[in-house]
């Protein structure tokens, strides 16, 4: 089955600064890439997501990049600031089954 | 739109009594997924359904877990006899339409979650 991997664990960031988090996926059948912000307490929500005859999306500071080849994707977040403290979740999906990396912790110093 | 709907939020039970949790898809959506998030497993899919039927069980733990959807608009994951390690947050979510044979999948929204601990 499906198998996501995801890096790092933790994130630090001055407020300002970028993040970046990447994941690479087992499937090369899969072709839905979500990505889940989900904060303390709170259910994950979509921020993003792409599909595979899609090489990259933004939506304003959030952007996704998906390189099939090489069966990675990543979240990059511009100009970060506080309130994008969370825990991040990347997935993929063949079919309508998710499977979910482990998460990354990213925190936003101000 | 109240989104997706799950009760309780908190459940505190005792090992070996029954748990039943209850979801409320988002009207129209014809998917309904069952999660489970720990600190050790992270989230995993349980069992999805496509138009009240499941589709897909494998993530099920063991023979103590069973969930129906008896209409549209009602889902429920039983546990019994619960165990401590069943202690965990439960997400349902729901989709307005799944992938078909090399189409598109939908957003999956979750609610709210039910934080589950068993003593």
């Not at chain 1, 989900?38 to 390189?67: C, F, H, M, W, Y």
């Not at chain 2, 997706?4 to 998917?31: F, W």
């Not at chain 2, 969930?67 to 965990?88: C, G, H, V, W, Y």
Request: charge should be neutral.
């Amino acid at each position: 089955g499906e198998n996501v991997e995801q890096h790092p664990s933790t994130l630090s960031v001055q407020e300002g600064d970028s993040a970046v988090i990447k994941c690479t996926y087992s499937d090369s059948a899969s072709n839905y890439f979500p990505w889940y912000k989900q904060e303390l307490g709170k259910r994950p929500q979509l921020i993003i997501d792409i599909r595979s005859n899609v090489g990259e999306k933004k939506d304003q500071r959030i952007a996704v990049t998906l390189n099939k080849t090489a069966k990675h994707f990543s979240l990059h977040i511009t100009e970060t600031q506080p309130e994008d403290s969370a825990v991040y979740f990347c997935a993929a999906a063949r079919g309508n089954k998710l499977v979910f990396g482990a998460g990354t912790i990213l925190r936003v110093k101000s | 739109d109240a989104g997706v709907i799950q009760s309780p939020r908190h459940e505190v039970t005792e090992m070996g009594q029954e748990v039943t949790l209850r979801c409320k898809p988002i009207s129209g959506h014809d998917y309904l997924f069952w999660y489970r998030q720990t600190m050790m497993r992270g989230l995993e899919l349980l069992i999805y359904f496509n138009n009240n039927v499941p589709i897909d069980d494998s993530g099920m733990p063991e023979d103590r877990f069973s969930a129906k959807m008896p209409n549209a608009s009602f889902s429920t994951l039983k546990i019994q006899p619960s165990e401590p390690r069943d202690s965990a947050v439960y997400f349902c979510a729901s989709s307005a339409r799944g992938i078909l044979a090399g189409g598109l999948q939908e957003t999956q929204y979750f609610g709210p979650g039910t934080r589950l601990l068993v003593l």
